[in-house]
């Protein structure tokens, strides 16, 4: 998979634009990044609230060879690329939790929505949202949450940080990919932390 990067500085949601490419034909790997939602969203509709500039938010295209059935395990790879990449970037002690949550000790650092489209039961498309507070300071985040500059004190690249994910997940992506999903797959897709 190539991904090609197409960045806003303000979009109502990347999902949403995604999701209108995807049905317009866009090719797997088109990736919509925004500065700024001013009507992101998380699941069950609810708000994702990320001050301009601060968080990194982006949808990711994908057209798996996958039953619709088995839609989840896109989510779940996801949260292990992001947990992945702050523990070998950062050095955090990332875990995730079901069904689409990544935490920092208790606090959630990103969040993911898929949503997809299919027929006869297999995936036409499948658009992957995440969430990731990058540069966000305790003031401008609930209680709740935290950022990867609260835990590190550092300020990062947000570009470098986009790139390190789409290169773990494109990894775990592709060997999962044209497969059916295994019993083994599908028990590292239960592995979240239930917290």
């Known amino acids: 998979m190539r991904f090609r990067i197409l960045y806003y500085k303000t979009l109502d949601s990347t999902n ?7 049905r317009e034909g866009a090719r797997e790997g088109t ?22 500039g601060k968080g990194l938010l982006f949808s990711v295209i994908l057209r798996p060879n996958l039953k619709s059935s088995s839609a989840s395990i896109l989510t779940h790879l996801a949260a292990q690329s992001i947990a992945d990449v702050l523990k070998q970037k950062f050095n955090l002690p990332a875990k995730l939790k079901r069904p689409n949550d990544v935490l920092i000790g208790n606090k959630k650092i990103a969040g993911i929505l898929a949503e997809s489209s299919a027929y006869h039961h297999r995936l036409e498309y499948v658009v992957v949202g995440i969430g990731l507070n990058v540069s966000t300071s305790r ?36 060997d999962s990919n044209g497969k059916a999903l295994s019993m083994e797959s599908a028990k590292k897709a239960e592995a979240f932390e239930h917290v």
Do not use: M, N
């Open 16 to 22: 949403d634009l995604a999701i209108c490419f995807a």
């Open 139 to 174: 003031k401008e985040l609930l209680k709740a949450a935290t950022s990867i500059y609260i835990e590190t004190k550092r300020r990062v690249e947000k570009g470098e940080v986009l790139v390190a994910i789409l290169e773990a997940f494109k990894a775990k992506y592709e």
């Open 31 to 52: 990736v919509v990044v925004s500065d700024y939602q001013t009507h992101g969203r998380g699941r069950f509709r609810r708000e994702w609230k990320s001050p301009r």
